[in-house]
């Protein structure tokens, strides 16, 4: 009795002995893994505050000798940050209230009914993610030309409003998930009571549906702010301009400075400057993130992506 | 007038589609069938792109036969996503699986691993590239492991594999954000009981892994591939976008441009059509012996 007893506790030892191993590793991996996924914003924020002595200085890796606030005053100045920001803001918040309203909308009708073609309809939502936005992208400048719709924001915008835009199929495609894996209960008590089906949408689906709605919004947005690739193509003035468009101009200085290796003026863009401006042109995206990350994770996760 | 409430229902679902279809027509088909016409034709004046002949494939043909540049470019786009493609799968799986567990901070890892996807692809991700920060975030951890002696040891053939490996690892973690969240959603789906049962029958967490995880997750696997070379082909900063835009808004070189950017989609096209024929047929194979 006494020994095999003694055996079973000395293999429930070894046992948790592996289990506690097999932690331990994981947790290594995990960090080593932070690591590199933190890299670039970490190296971002402490180049930004480094001097010029200490760049050149091979020793000073993460703790420079004190902080350089004057790069991010260079930074604001080269960027005009208190002029592009609001074109970011204004573009950025257009297109996705846009693709909320218009992807929800859509994807309701591809999740609650059936009608003819909507097969075809919804490959064809398909092939809208899979081709390229930059296949098409000089007959789409003509065609704004047309309408006269250059150097203004409406070819940035409009489209989202119609489910196009920025990946805005994979919006739908997000959405639709959601709704299909909705009951329908509600929705019918509804029409029962009398709501009609537009009611039933905007009064009840459409609320419901608020995860989906953070999804979007996040992704939404990085992928808007990001964008610098359409509207140098169709807004030809560079005041019109959103913040990372401004940002070649910066980099271009940079390497330019860098080449020639003069270290007198004053007004020269170093690298600190640099990250200084990459850091403030994503700024705005990043405090986003940070107030809404908890629930955007959570609704990704929920997307009803489930593997069965 | 009443209409019968099959036609209503109908209505109403085409109601709801409406304005992807409005904007199908406005800013995809026409903007497409525009491409199309532009890939196979000539234009002699610019303005307005008023006069056109039809051409034929001359620009499609010009592209293998006479184009120096075009191929090594083609070429180095598709060597990167077919690389970097399944290790981006491989790497987002593992640490998927690996959040899905019972950790410390679990929030915290989740948050941390999708904040590079907020660099995407933007300007700030290329110039962070270009200066090299992707080859030294991987410094310290590839001067440990290679060191002479081990270099000599292994012999250059594996030298250059691991060379390559950490060459490629930064990015591929980097872009990994999006795919890590979409496995760890497919993983928490799988039934507890399944897991469970196995374990009951003294299964260990390799059968377990190889006999109920990935079959279960093929899904959700085809699902990321799918995602993964989209995002690849699509990104603005890869060589080929680059070249076509180039030559369409630079060098004003049009209808060779349209051409280009439709022979880059017919291959995307097709390597999609693969990948769905193949995870077609190991999804219906795994549905079959379930």
């Not at chain 1, 000089?138 to 196009?164: A, E, I, K, R, S």
């Not at chain 2, 496995?183 to 003294?202: H, K, M, N, T, W």
Request: a neutral charge; one cysteine or more.
């Amino acid at each position: 009795m006494n020994t095999t007893m003694q055996t079973l506790l000395k293999k429930g030892n070894a046992l948790r002995h592996k289990v506690q191993l097999s932690r331990i590793f994981i947790y290594v991996f995990l960090i080593i893994m932070s690591y590199m996924f933190l890299y670039p914003f970490l190296y971002m924020i402490v180049t930004s505050i480094k001097s010029q002595a200490d760049l050149f200085d091979v020793s000073i890796n993460w703790i420079p000798s004190g902080a350089e606030w004057q790069n991010w005053r260079a930074a604001f100045v080269n960027l005009d940050f208190s002029a592009h920001i609001w074109n970011s803001l204004l573009i950025v918040s257009v297109c996705t209230l846009g693709h909320i309203l218009s992807c929800a909308f859509i994807a309701y009708g591809f999740a609650r009914y059936q009608f003819p073609l909507k097969g075809l309809w919804f490959v064809l939502v398909v092939l809208t993610i899979i081709i390229p936005s930059q296949v098409i992208i000089l007959p789409l400048y003509l065609t704004y030309t047309d309408m006269g719709w250059l150097n203004t924001y409406l070819p940035l915008m409009v489209p989202c409003f119609f489910g196009f835009g920025l990946r805005g199929g994979i919006m739908i495609f997000l959405f639709r998930q959601f709704f299909i894996g909705l009951p329908r209960d509600l929705e019918n008590a509804a029409k029962i009571d009398g709501c009609s089906f537009m009611g039933a949408y905007f009064r009840i689906a459409f609320p419901t549906a608020r995860s989906s709605i953070l999804v979007c919004f996040v992704l939404s947005v990085v992928w808007h702010w990001n964008d610098y690739y359409e509207p140098v193509i169709y807004l030809g003035k560079s005041s019109q301009w959103p913040l990372p468009a401004m940002l070649p101009t910066i980099y271009e200085k940079y390497l330019a400075a860098s080449a020639e290796l003069t270290t007198n003026a004053d007004s020269i863009i170093t690298r600190g400057v640099l990250m200084a401006a990459a850091l403030l042109v994503i700024a705005v995206m990043l405090l986003m993130y940070c107030v809404v990350q908890r629930q955007f994770i959570q609704g990704l996760e929920h997307s009803g992506l489930s593997a069965e | 007038m009443r209409l019968r409430s099959d036609t209503r229902h109908k209505l109403e679902g085409y109601i709801f589609i409406l304005p992807f279809i409005v904007g199908f027509f406005l800013f995809f088909l026409s903007p497409l069938i525009r491409s199309i016409t532009l890939s196979v034709s000539d234009v002699t004046k610019m303005v307005g792109l008023s006069d056109m002949t039809l051409v034929g494939f001359k620009h499609y043909v010009y592209a293998f036969t006479g184009d120096v540049e075009f191929i090594p470019k083609f070429l180095q786009v598709i060597t990167d996503t077919l690389v970097n493609t399944p290790m981006i799968l491989v790497f987002s799986f593992i640490l998927a699986i690996m959040l899905s567990r019972n950790i410390r901070c679990r929030g915290f890892f989740r948050v941390v691993f999708f904040l590079p996807f907020l660099l995407g692809s933007g300007y700030v991700m290329s110039v962070l590239l270009d200066l090299g920060l992707d080859q030294m975030a991987v410094s310290g951890a590839k001067d440990l492991l290679l060191t002479d002696e081990i270099k000599e040891l292994v012999g250059p053939g594996v030298v250059n594999v691991v060379d390559e490996f950490f060459s490629r690892i930064s990015t591929v973690l980097w872009k990994s954000g999006v795919q890590i969240i979409i496995f760890l959603s497919g993983l928490q789906s799988i039934s507890p009981a399944l897991y469970e049962a196995a374990r009951v029958d003294a299964a260990t967490e390799w059968d377990i892994f190889w006999k109920i995880t990935l079959p279960m997750m093929t899904p959700i696997i085809f699902l990321n591939i799918v995602y993964t070379i989209v995002d690849s082909f699509g990104d603005v900063n890869n060589a080929m976008i680059n070249y076509f835009t180039d030559k369409c808004f630079s060098e004003n070189q049009v209808c060779y441009a349209a051409a280009l950017s439709w022979i880059y989609f017919l291959f995307v096209a097709v390597l999609l059509g693969l990948v769905f024929l193949f995870m077609n047929r190991i999804v219906n194979r795994t549905v079959g012996q379930g």
